[in-house]
T-cell receptor, first 111, second 116 residues
Framework: GENVEQHPSTLSVQEGDSAVIKCTYS??????FPWYKQELGKGPQLIID?????GEKKDQRIAVTLNKTAKHFSLHITETQPEDSAVYFC??????????FGAGTQVVVTP | DVKVTQSSRYLVKRTGEKVFLECVQD?????MFWYRQDPGLGLRLIYF???????EKGDIPEGYSVSREKKERFSLILESASTNQTSMYLC???????????????FGDGTRLSIL
């Protein structure tokens, strides 16, 4: 089955700096890679996703890149703000909806 | 906006009790999922369902069962609760995906379950 590894487990950045979270997956059949943000006391919320026929996707300060050959994908947050502080999860999945999640990254943005 | 509602935010039960966690979605989604979330382990899939009365085991189904009698409702059942089932439980739903179109999962806010 699919196995997703996520690094780092914690990430501290100064406000305004960039944050990068990296994930690797094992199943070459995976074709969908969403990223979720979870704030304290809330469920995970989708922030961006990418499909295997696309190498990069950007939405304002958030971007995701995918390298299918190397089986890794990354989340980039630019110009970080205190409200970006949260736990971020990567996931890898198939067309039928099942996802395998990484262990999560606690991001702390300090003013 | 998609709404996935879990019936309880916090629940305290005793070992050996039968526990029901309820989840309702209002978007007519075909797929529904139950996960448990533990520190350092991320989200692990317990069971999922692609349709009414249909269920599939996820990665950690032992000690759990599910019920989907109506499309909008997916219940997780702990047959005989044990202390190692103390965790955060998350429900999610999504539209049916196809080979060319994946559908994102939408999550509820979770039920923090403590088994004493």
């Amino acid at each position: 089955g699919e196995n997703v590894e996520q690094h780092p487990s914690t990430l501290s950045v100064q406000e305004g700096d960039s944050a990068v979270i990296k994930c690797t997956y094992s199943d070459s059949a995976s074709n969908y890679f969403p990223w979720y943000k979870q704030e304290l006391g809330k469920g995970p919320q989708l922030i961006i996703d990418i499909r295997s026929n696309v190498g990069e996707k950007k939405d304002q300060r958030i971007a995701v890149t995918l390298n299918k050959t190397a089986k890794h994908f990354s989340l980039h947050i630019t110009e970080t703000q205190p409200e970006d502080s949260a736990v971020y999860f990567c996931a890898a999945g198939d067309s039928w909806g099942k996802l395998q999640f990484g262990a999560g990254t606690q991001v702390v943005v300090t003013p | 906006d998609v709404k996935v509602t879990q019936s309880s935010r916090y629940l305290v039960k005793r070992t050996g009790e039968k526990v029901f966690l309820e989840c309702v979605q209002d978007m007519d989604h075909e797929n529904m999922f139950w996960y448990r979330q533990d520190p350092g382990l991320g989200l692990r899939l317990i069971y999922f369902s692609y349709d009414v009365k249909m269920k599939e085991k996820g990665d950690i189904p032992e000690g759990y069962s599910v019920s989907r009698e109506k499309k909008e409702r997916f219940s997780l059942i702990l047959e005989s609760a044990s202390t190692n089932q103390t965790s955060m439980y998350l429900c999610a739903s999504s539209y049916e995906g196809t080979e060319y179109s994946n559908q994102p999962q939408h999550f509820g806010d979770g039920t923090r379950l403590s088994i004493l």
